[in-house]
């Protein structure tokens, strides 16, 4: 059984910053692309910044040049760190990643953590 839980979120004020992580455990063979969302109540959850394995990310263009995703293999973990934290970045933050599991070598699938709150307010 997999299992991706997310840490690091919380209260910072405006300018502020933060650094979220996501451990993906259980029986894995191969972790693909990683990805960070975002979710407000009453908006559609947002996808936020992607990593693939080689290395390349991706970026909204509402967080393009504040925030930073990187990831760990050794770890199975990714992180986002989040600066030049504005209000409107508020929100629950999922982590997902496509992965193939011991169990089900043919089979790419995509799974998710339980999310995260962050709150950017002075």
């Known amino acids: 059984q997999v299992q991706l839980v997310e840490s690091g979120g919380g209260l910072v004020q405006p300018g502020g910053s933060l650094r979220l992580s996501c451990a993906a455990s259980?029986?894995?063979?191969?972790?693909?692309?990683m990805r960070w969302y975002r979710q407000t109540l009453g908006k559609r959850r947002e996808l936020v910044a992607d990593?693939?394995?080689?290395?390349?990310?991706c970026y909204s263009d509402y967080v393009k040049g504040r925030f930073t995703i990187s990831r760990d293999f050794t770890k199975n973990t990714q992180y986002l760190q989040m600066n030049s934290l504005k209000p409107e970045d508020t929100a629950v933050y999922y982590c997902?990643?496509?992965?193939?599991?011991?169990?089900?070598?043919?089979?790419?699938?995509?799974?998710w953590g339980q999310g995260t709150q962050v709150t950017v307010s002075s």
């Open positions: 990593i693939t394995h080689g290395g390349v990310s």
């Open positions: 997902a990643a496509d992965l193939r599991t011991h169990d089900e070598p043919g089979t790419i699938r995509e799974y």
């Open positions: 259980g029986s894995i063979e191969s972790i693909f692309i």
